[in-house]
Each structure stands twice: as structure tokens, then as C-alpha cells.
């Protein structure tokens, strides 16, 4: 004879946590952007995440105006781009 399974009852469905749903905002915001990628930094002498001004707002949670500050002010490792644009180093936001 079987038993019945001894988890009938359901468990109640977690809630997703806030980080998750930030972490899966951030994965959206930096794949519709294929500028972004690893480059070697020179202020981490390491090769690391470069990111545009805009994703590292999103990241940081502060406004473009305020990661190019911080760029100004030299609080954080950027490089250009061959083409101009800036790309900020991710390892001091
Ligand atoms: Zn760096």
C-alpha cells in the first residue's frame, strides 16, 4: 500500500527578495549595452569590469552627474575609449 508523500500541504511562496530584483535589473541594464566588458584598469593594475557612466549610476544608485563628479575628482579609475566614450572602473563603486 503507499503512503501518501508526507509534503502535501504546500509551502507558502517566499517572496524574492529586493536584492534579486535589483541584481536582475542590473544584468538588463548592462546586457543592452555591449560597450562594457573587462578592460585592465590602471589604478587596479588588474583587468576589471569598465562600465559606462550610466551603468555605474545604476549600480552605485546615484545619478550620471554624480559618477562623472567622481570621475572629475578622481574617486574612482576610468579610461576613454578609442571612440571617445568613458567607461568606469567597478571596483571602487
Ligand atoms: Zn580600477
Do not use: Y
Not at 587596479?44 to 551603468?55: D, F, G, I
Not at 552627474?65 to 576610468?78: K, L, M, T
Not at 576613454?80 to 572602473?89: F, H
Request: proline residues 4%; charged residues 20%.
Amino acid at each position: 500500500m503507499n503512503q501518501p508523500p508526507s509534503s502535501l500541504h504546500v509551502a507558502p511562496m517566499e517572496k524574492r527578495t529586493e536584492v534579486t530584483i535589483e541584481l536582475e535589473e542590473i544584468v538588463l541594464v548592462t546586457s543592452g549595452f555591449a560597450r562594457s566588458g573587462t578592460a585592465w584598469c590602471v589604478g587596479c593594475a588588474n583587468e576589471v569590469l569598465m562600465v559606462t557612466p550610466a551603468q555605474a549610476a545604476v549600480i552605485a544608485r546615484v545619478s550620471v552627474r554624480d559618477i562623472n563628479r567622481r570621475v572629475e575628482a578622481g574617486e574612482v579609475h576610468f579610461l576613454e575609449t578609442t571612440e571617445g566614450s568613458l567607461l568606469v572602473c567597478m571596483s571602487l563603486l
